[in-house]
């Protein structure tokens, strides 16, 4: 058959936050992946993949899928049962801890993985039901201190321009392998080729980005912070500072560059094991660019001093003037809020920032440390969380000292999992819930955070869901119900508002929820149950953005006139929801003008605020800081979670699916290998203070001496009968190894040694 002739169904791929447009045709049975390939309609990317999109076929059809709910007997072991009994328990395990202990020991943990995000819109709706006050997710073992420093700064998240910077800088960030921007290799590509841009990576590895550097700062592990407060410290002594952007943007920098003016340039570039000259270029060149974007990623968000890092990476914009500028920093729109979305959101007593029940640390943008959750369950302390819901996450596999972390949700008096697979969490719950696949229900594209246009991609499904599973907005419905808190409450006037179209839905909705408006945090529940069942082709899972797209055109409204979606209010919104409908490729929702970008700064003056005083303390005491140094006992810094080619999180659970790199090789350089007697294919041990572990070595160019390196993703429980393959990195993490502002983990910084295996 020709491409012409065939079906080809157009969706996103799920491996990373890119969500990159595909198109897959299906094989005669309707259910295996015969083809994928980029989908040339997505407005992000443009019809852009690399080579992981391809072997899709390993999530929708491996042998891990779990197609029953299943219940943990006694003896550990599970049994399968059918949904009416698995949400009947559910609710009943649930109900039974809110009523003992209080709804707020009811951990959230999750909610959307690098793919499926409208399951944690609609979770809101059950921790509402419960009551439950505490949540997590992966945003906070690495964006949390980001999200902290911009709240600190400008009271909002910001984005650079990548594709339009005149400079970009790249701090422990390696987008070749990792991607996180749109076309990626691309753009990178054409940065490198263009005479007029610079690239600037800050990573201690040769990694493929690095390679395509026109200044590659390859600083000794753990010293970014020197490097950063360097960098900035020869914009300020030498006069680069954008003074007059400055003057009329900027509150607060006397502090942060009283410690600037005092920094030994040389001194500091040593500590980084970093030639001064190279250090002072870099500099120059972005403080002369006329735009300027940095990303930071998990080089330093997992690493020493992170949040001071991120402070001190903003510096590099907000001192040359590269906020609100074409190819600089921006903040974007949003549909749904992503971290502080849902009910709740955080807890803790009144008053200043909001900690933590146990440790009593600080929660940024409603999410606990991943760190501290197990500390914040093994204690006999009376506010410690006791039970646990689970939701497209895996946290026995990607948080922190993984031992600990089983104990943990061992201890727990109550687990439910919702997941395609049953993974090392499934594998400790009470209950597993089966979700149907993200090619099997309707989903939803949140990850996107473009400018000047912004898009929404509602993807369609094209597969039918697995027999046995269900999409998760069904099972929190049902879950909602089952607990009761929708009775006798009456629906049926809003579903008949419904059927005679969305205009008198719209005011029958905002009639029932005056009247009842503590029944608010539902509405998630509520709009599936009642606007849902009408909308076209099986979207009712959609409703909800009915919601989101409302709020949005009363937020955003001129943003949404500019990507073409006409009106304003009510009809607004009811553009922007008929036009997200009808494209199964994705829409523009809206179209910045630079300018805007101000209004949604949230400082008292409007301005960007360096003034904090907690970092610029901790960037004073840099100068007397103990820097990293090497233990004797553990010679090496272990960084463990490289994005590597064939890597994408615990997506994937079958090793099947790798081309190459099937052991996830630990990487070293020559010299290392050289003195350790280690040769290319050997075997060696790793050990940390919590654990250690056999790997199979590769000498590689990429590394610094002293430094080696693990793959993420790897280390998967098999229950299908595949031998495990690989590291699981946490099983060599320790959770107080962490952050002191964020809590977010060392794990680019684990000390290690190794010994040759004969
Ligand atoms: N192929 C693939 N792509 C992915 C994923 C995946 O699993 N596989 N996962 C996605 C997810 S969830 C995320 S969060 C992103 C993460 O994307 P990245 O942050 O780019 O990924 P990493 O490879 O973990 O880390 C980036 C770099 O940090 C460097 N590094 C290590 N130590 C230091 C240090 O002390 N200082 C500095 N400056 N750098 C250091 C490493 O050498 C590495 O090159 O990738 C996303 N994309
Ligand atoms: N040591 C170390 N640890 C790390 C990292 C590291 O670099 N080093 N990286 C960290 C980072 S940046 C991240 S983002 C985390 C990621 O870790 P997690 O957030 O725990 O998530 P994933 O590994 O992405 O797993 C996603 C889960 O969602 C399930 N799933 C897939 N589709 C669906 C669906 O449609 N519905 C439901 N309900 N479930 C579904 C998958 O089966 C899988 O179990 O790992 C972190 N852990
Ligand atoms: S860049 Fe990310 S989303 Fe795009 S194809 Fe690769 S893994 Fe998938
Ligand atoms: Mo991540």
Redesign the pocket.
């Known amino acids: 058959m020709s491409d012409e002739t065939t079906e080809w169904h157009p969706s996103a791929c799920i491996?990373?936050?890119c969500n990159c447009g595909i198109e897959v045709r299906l094989a005669a049975d309707g259910r295996r992946f015969e083809r994928v390939r980029g989908d040339k309609a997505h407005p992000a990317s443009k019809g852009y993949t690399?080579e992981?999109a391809l072997r899709l076929d390993h999530y929708q059809n491996g042998p891990h899928r779990l197609d029953t709910p299943m219940r943990r007997r006694p003896d550990g072991t599970y049994e399968p049962v059918d949904w009416d009994t698995a949400i009947a328990g559910v609710a009943e395990g649930l109900a039974k801890v809110r009523d003992t202990h209080g709804g707020e020991t009811i951990f959230y943990y999750g909610g959307g993985g690098?793919g499926n995000h409208l399951s944690g819109a609609y979770s809101g709706a059950t921790r509402a039901a419960l009551g439950s006050k505490y949540r997590s997710n992966?945003l906070a073992q690495?964006k949390t201190g980001e999200m902290w420093v911009n709240r600190q700064l400008l009271g909002a998240d910001t984005k650079g321009d990548y594709e339009n910077a005149e400079v970009t800088v790249w701090?422990?960030?390696?987008?070749y392998?990792?991607?996180?921007i749109p076309h990626a290799r691309n753009t990178l590509k054409e940065i490198a080729r263009d005479p007029a841009k610079s690239m600037v990576v800050?990573?201690?590895?040769t990694?493929e980005?690095a390679e395509l550097a026109d200044f590659h700062l390859a600083?000794r592990?753990?010293?970014?912070a020197w490097c950063l407060a360097a960098l900035a410290a020869v914009m300020v002594q030498e006069g680069l500072c954008n003074r007059t952007w400055m003057d009329e943007h900027v509150t607060g920098s006397e502090g942060i560059e009283g410690v600037l003016q005092d920094v030994d340039i040389d001194a500091y570039a040593a500590i980084c094991d970093l030639d001064a000259d190279l250090v002072r270029r870099a500099a120059r060149r972005i403080a002369g660019a006329s735009s300027v974007a940095v990303y930071e990623?998990?080089?330093?968000?997992?690493?020493?001093n992170s949040t001071l890092c991120s402070y001190l990476d903003r510096l590099l914009w907000v001192l040359t003037g590269n906020f609100a500028n074409h190819g600089g920093h921006y903040v974007p729109t949003s549909l749904v809020n992503l971290a502080g979305g849902g009910s709740g959101g955080s807890g803790g007593s009144g008053g200043g920032e909001k900690v933590t029940p146990v440790a009593g640390v600080r929660i940024i943008n409603g999410l606990v440390p991943c760190n501290v959750i197990a500390e914040e369950i093994l204690t006999d302390h009376p506010d410690r969380y006791r039970a646990m819901i689970v939701e497209s996450s895996n946290p026995a596999h990607s948080l922190a000292d993984s031992v600990r972390m089983r104990q943990a949700l061992d201890a727990l008096e109550f687990v439910v999992v919702i997941d395609v697979a049953m993974t090392e969490t499934a594998l400790l719950a009470d209950y597993v819930l089966p979700a149907s696949s993200q090619f099997e229900k309707y989903e939803a594209t949140f990850f996107n955070f473009e400018f000047p246009a912004n898009y929404f991609h509602l993807r369609r499904p094209f597969i039918e869901p697995l027999p046995g599973t269900l999409p998760e907005p069904e099972i929190h419905s049902r879950i909602v119900e089952a607990l009761g808190v929708l009775d006798g409450v009456d629906l049926t006037p809003l579903a008949e508002a419904a059927e005679h179209g969305r205009g008198e839905f719209g005011s029958a909705f905002l009639g029932f929820m005056g009247e009842h408006p503590d029944l608010a945090a539902l509405t998630p529940v509520i709009l599936y149950r009642t606007l849902g069942p009408t909308l076209p082709e099986g979207a009712a899972t959609a409703a909800l953005l009915w919601g989101a797209t409302n709020m949005a055109a009363m937020k955003i409204g001129p943003s949404m006139n500019r990507a073409g979606h006409v009106g304003e209010g009510l009809e607004l919104g009811e553009a922007l929801f008929s036009a997200i409908l009808a494209n199964p490729s994705g829409v523009v929702f809206s179209v910045d003008e630079p300018e805007e970008n101000w209004s949604r700064v949230r400082t008292i003056d409007g301005r960007i605020n360096l003034d904090n005083q907690l970092m610029v303390e901790m960037a004073a005491g840099l100068t007397t800081a103990e820097t990293p140094g090497s233990d004797p006992d553990y010679p090496f810094?272990l960084?463990a979670?490289?994005?590597?080619?064939?890597?994408?999180?615990t997506i994937f659970r079958s090793p099947e699916w790798r081309k190459r790199d099937r052991d996830g090789a630990l990487r070293i350089s020559e010299a290392d290998a050289h003195t350790l007697g280690l040769a290319d294919g050997d075997r060696a041990r790793v050990i940390t203070e919590r654990g250690n572990a056999e790997v199979l070595v590769e000498i590689s160019p990429m590394m610094r001496q002293g430094?080696i390196?693990l793959p993420?993703?790897y280390g998967i429980t098999q229950t299908a009968g595949e031998a495990q393959v690989g590291v699981a990195p946490n099983e060599l993490t320790s959770s107080e190894h962490r952050d002191p502002i964020a809590g977010t983990p060392y794990h680019?910084?684990v000390p290690a040694r190794l010994e040759p295996v004969s």
Request: charged residues 25%; hydrophobic residues 20%.
């Open positions: 491996l990373c936050e690399c992981k690098q992966a690495e701090v422990g960030k390696n987008p392998q990792s991607h996180s800050i990573d201690p590895r990694t980005t600083l592990p753990g010293t970014d990623d998990l080089g330093t968000q997992m690493g020493l810094v960084s979670g490289e994005r590597r080619s064939f890597t994408a999180n430094h390196s993420n993703g680019k910084h």
